[in-house]
């Protein structure tokens, strides 16, 4: 339902992640035996549209577990640095770090909030600043968020941002085919939700969410606002859970029927500081 900002929001979503990691480091969705031994955890489109980072600074924001983080390491980023709010999080990044054998002058994690990141993390700017996919939903003033995330992007250098479509938020889960959500709601959408995305048969205890939602319009706005030029903005129709029942698995991402219209499920784009 929509409702309110809580004044609680940041602490009731930081106990839900933060009761999450144990099961997101246990889940068949990370497979972590698999990412250790060599697979990637970043998106085909992903690592083509960002380009060859190699030699580069990288800050991923909101990094969770570190998996996308690290991926970048072995894509041959000189740095990475993650932030995330959950401090149980950003210690198992650490821990996968070390797994991996980077030592923590090439991969450092900061536990903090993305609205202070400017002041948490260990450089002033980077050649890469990267946001991947289901975060923006957790922030309540993308403005903030925009000039937050440009102070920290060098001269030269980009900003990457890979998401889930707005549009999705606003149709029937079952179909996917009805309007039921005000597309340009600006209250916090609040549940109880048990579970998640990587294990949804566990017991969990904290299951209320605060989330917002994000019309591309504000996004790109606030980007070009805070002074970084938008190079492009790509929708795509595909996107990486079964969003909706009557989505497929298809070519290894979920689709509609190929007998539906399509529509837009994720959305990236990059955003320069000339």
Known sequence: MYSPTPEDWRETNRRRWDE??????????????????????????EVAEVGDVRGKSLLHLQCHIGADTLSWARHGASRVVGLDFSEPAVEAAREL???????PDRATFVAADVYDAAEAVPDSSYDVVYT????????????????????????????????????????????????????????????????????????????????????????????????????FLREREITLFQRFAALELRDGA????????????????KASKV
Not at 28 to 40: I, S
Not at 97 to 103: E, F, S, V
Not at 254 to 269: E, G, Q, V
């Open 20 to 45: 999450r990691v144990p099961l997101h480091l246990a889940s068949d969705y990370y497979d972590l035996d698999a990412f250790r031994a060599g697979k990637d955890a970043l998106r085909d489109f």
């Open 254 to 269: 979920y689709r509609f029927p190929a007998d539906r219209p399509r529509m837009p499920l994720m959305y990236s784009l």
């Open 97 to 103: 770090a070390a797994d991996l054998g980077l030592a």
């Open 132 to 231: 991947g996919v289901g975060a923006l939903c957790w922030l309540p003033d993308i403005r903030r968020w925009a000039e937050t995330a440009a102070s920290l992007v060098a001269p030269g250098g980009f900003l990457y941002l890979s998401e889930f479509h707005p549009l999705a938020d606003i149709l029937d889960d079952a179909t996917g085919s009805r309007i039921e959500h005000d597309y340009f709601a600006r209250d916090a959408w609040i549940e109880e939700t048990p579970g998640g995305y990587a294990d949804d048969t566990t017991p969990t205890v904290h299951n209320r969410t605060v989330e917002w939602q994000h019309p591309i319009g504000d996004v790109v706005s606030a980007l070009a606002a805070a002074g970084l030029r938008i190079d």
